[in-house]
């Protein structure tokens, strides 16, 4: 049975195109921003683009799970990562407690406030739109009340190295220091030449090491689950377009790595990001509650009158969302080096239109957290290729509105043609 199941998924090349056809877009753009700037695969680049997402990734995580539910957002997402950036700032600058303490205090809070909306949602039955868009109000409210207008900075140098450092930096600190070294007269010291070239030729090194592992064990868990699903009778996808997708996984790994290894070597938000996006995929794809989200998507009435209870899944999707801003907005006040009023302005349209441009379905029911990665760096490339070739901000805001409405158009159009 296994047999006929794997010939029955032989390769179409139709069918690949439909399946990756925004990972295609993405591919095509950033060569064009490449062609057109010369500097959009620059390692530093690469790395702003990196950093500059960062919390875009982490959130899109959160907001798939909720559109999941059945097309349902959270406004909210920007004011939360305002108020617990700024409880942030109040803990550990002003209050100066302990670091691991105050972000356990952070991700509490945001979590409570997930809590908060997701008990209103789901056992209220309050729609999603206006209790969070009442959040979104609140608790941008609350914040200003917290900073008292104010911005709070700089934090001290053991949390940045948290969020807003590199991997090499954090093995090798003496070594980072002693490449910084100068003389009275502001000259660098032969000590800290070879220091630096030393600190570049491991940076490179404990870079490619990371990434050729990382590739050894999706290949590997790759391959574990094919195999199966072969032997358990399951439908898959063809052997050619499998080994072309992982071949091409692994070469985007280590081109990356490349680049980053020649800049600073990895930023440790990747490697948060790299857990949550692990994680969260796992979750959606291969546990019982992961699966719920996808059955109340697609039909709610369904789901419940086969067992499952609806009422804790919506709970647990927006206490869930709470949980990652405050995720993202530890990342966001490392980057930014402070606790701002005017944090988080927005942030809920870059996640909700990562999901959407990844392929999520504005019905629910529909999306992975790969795409939703893969529609966060296409915003990501989107706005740093259009800054370097000095496109106005305005501009970049009109395109970004116009890329997210034809996402929504060509799903909703896929969508009646399969009904048809």
Not at 1 to 26: G, P, Y
Not at 84 to 101: M, Q, S, T
Not at 222 to 236: D, F, H, M, P, Q
Not at 268 to 282: D, N
């Amino acid at each position: 049975m296994a047999e006929n199941t794997v010939k029955a998924a032989s390769f179409d090349v139709k069918k690949l195109l439909k399946d990756n056809t925004m990972l295609l877009i993405l591919v095509a753009v950033m060569v064009l921003f490449q062609i057109l700037t010369g500097a959009l695969f620059a390692p530093s680049n690469v790395n702003n683009i990196i950093l500059q997402n960062s919390y875009v990734l982490v959130l899109a995580a959160g907001m798939l799970l909720c559109i999941l539910t059945g097309g349902n957002i959270d406004l909210s997402v920007g004011s939360v990562v305002c108020l617990v950036g700024a409880i942030a700032g109040k803990l550990i600058v002003d209050a100066h407690l302990p670091i691991g303490l105050s972000i356990v205090i952070c991700l509490f809070v945001g979590t409570l406030i997930g809590a908060w909306h997701g008990a209103f949602i789901a056992y209220l039955h309050i729609p999603p739109f206006i209790t969070t868009l009442s959040g979104m109000l609140l608790w941008r409210g609350v914040a200003l009340i917290v900073l008292d207008g104010l911005t709070i900075s700089p934090f001290p140098q053991k949390y940045l190295n948290l969020f807003s450092s590199y991997i090499p930096e954090v093995f090798f600190p003496g070594l980072a220091e002693k490449a910084l070294e100068t003389t009275e007269d502001g000259e660098v010291t032969a000590a800290a030449m070879q220091a630096a070239e030393k600190l570049s030729s491991m940076t490179l090194t404990v870079t490619m090491v990371v990434a050729i592992v990382i590739c050894a064990l999706m290949i590997i868990t790759s391959l574990i689950s094919r195999k199966t699903k072969v032997s358990k009778g399951y439908a898959v996808e063809g052997s050619a377009p499998f080994f072309a997708r992982l071949v091409i996984i692994t070469f985007v790994v280590i081109a990356a790595a490349w680049k980053l290894g020649h800049h600073h070597g990895i930023p440790t938000v990747l490697i948060l990001i790299a857990i949550v996006v692990a994680f969260y995929t796992y979750y959606t794809q291969n546990t019982v509650p992961g699966r719920y989200l996808y059955a109340i998507g697609g039909n709610a009435k369904a789901a419940k009158l086969s067992g499952v209870n609806t009422d804790n899944v919506m709970m647990f999707a927006y206490t869930n969302m709470g949980f990652l801003s405050a995720v993202a907005a530890l990342v966001c006040v490392a980057r930014f080096n402070s606790a701002a009023p005017t944090a988080g302005m927005s942030y809920e349209m870059d996640a909700i239109g990562s999901c959407f441009i990844g392929g999520a379905s504005a019905y629910g029911g529909s999306g992975t957290i790969g795409g939703a990665v893969v529609g966060a760096i296409f915003m990501g490339v989107l706005n740093n290729g259009m800054s370097l070739m000095g496109v106005d901000s305005n501009w970049q805001q009109a395109v970004k509105g116009l890329v997210l409405l034809l996402a929504v158009i060509f799903d909703v159009v896929s969508k009646q043609r399969n009904k048809r």
